[in-house]
């Protein structure tokens, strides 16, 4: 029996860390404590270890999905400009993908940086503002891969592409695809390339299940976010697919998947759903000298929530 099969967490569990930040979507670590936030103010917040704060760059519209070279600079993926930004540690930043193909990126999600250096970009829909994926939800969503050939589109036509990650030895591409409910996962041949679409758990996580932030454990479990039931799920290597807590509001899921259907969804359905304790978890990154030690973002609570994790996290290539 395995670690987390008999984990569970309640709100009791969660301990609140930093504060009046703006959206703190996604959330990355270093070795020394220090966490790095995007900030929907327009760049990423700093928080050291004593708990001070400091804003950096001035990017504008919403910085969400956030990844780490091995040299501690930062690479932004902007939703509302539809962006990929590169942002030194001194606060300077830098455009460094904007369009492919001639064409504009869309609502660019979250960078992923693999040990190799090859950067694997989600883009959620090609329209924008993101908010479209959501309200009229369309497979117009795809995976960039960025090396020393340039930037490539690998995987196309998903419902609304959100967080990637890659297993412990790099075999697979595993992407949250948020409006078809699941996660799903490519093999990542050696130059790169990817093979056909898989489904490594439920084909359907069910109603409200939208999936968003994913992270790997060391066991090879996927932790998944379910933004509007508020709720952590785990993804076992074996497919099965576990509940670790959740708030969800039944009624206002119901309505709001009728509102998708009819096509009506108003931003005031999307937050109608969030949790008495708990709004909209997005994200999940393992830190401490054991990595046991978890932290969850947010799209609409001030802070972010640390809890301890029975296993360890997967280490991200910035801490190997």
């Not at 996660?183 to 990542?188: D, E, L, N, P």
């Not at 060391?218 to 076992?236: E, F, S």
């Amino acid at each position: 029996m395995s670690a987390i099969d008999d984990f569970a967490l309640t709100p009791d569990d969660l301990e609140p860390v930093g504060r009046d930040l703006a959206q703190p979507e996604c959330v990355v670590a270093e070795p020394d404590g220090t966490l790095w936030v995007s900030d929907k103010r327009g760049g990423v917040t700093r928080i050291d270890r004593d708990g001070n704060q400091n804003l950096l760059g001035r990017m504008g519209g919403e910085p969400n999905g956030l990844a780490m070279d091995k040299d501690g600079n930062l690479w932004v993926a902007n939703l509302a400009d539809g962006r990929l930004y590169k942002l030194y540690r001194d606060g300077s930043h830098a455009v460094v993908l904007q369009e492919i193909n001639g064409q504009p990126l869309g609502a660019v999600n979250f960078p992923f940086l693999d040990s190799r250096g090859r950067l694997w970009v989600s883009v959620t829909s090609r329209r924008r503002p993101w908010f479209l994926a959501a309200s009229d939800p369309q497979p117009d969503g795809y995976i960039v891969r960025i090396d020393e050939r340039g930037a490539q589109i690998v995987a196309d036509g998903l419902w609304a592409a959100n967080e990637v990650r890659m297993d412990a030895k790099e075999e697979y591409l595993y992407v949250a695809e948020t409006m078809a409910r699941r996660v799903i996962r490519y093999r990542v041949s050696e130059n790169g390339d990817l093979g056909e679409r898989e489904i490594p758990g439920p084909a359907d996580f069910g109603p409200g299940a939208y999936v968003d932030g994913i992270a790997f454990d060391a066991q090879g479990n996927l932790w998944v976010l379910t933004v509007l039931r508020n709720g952590l799920r785990i993804l076992k290597p074996d497919g099965e697919l576990r509940t670790v807590f959740e708030q969800p509001n039944e009624p206002a899921l119901a309505h709001l998947a009728k509102q998708i259907e009819a096509g009506a969804l108003t931003p005031e359905d999307f937050m109608a759903t969030a949790g008495k304790t708990i709004q909209f978890p997005t994200s999940l990154v393992f830190a401490g000298p054991d990595l046991q030690t978890a932290y969850l973002g947010s799209l609409a609570m001030p802070y972010l929530l640390r809890f301890r994790s029975p296993v360890a996290g997967l280490p991200l290539q910035h801490w190997r």
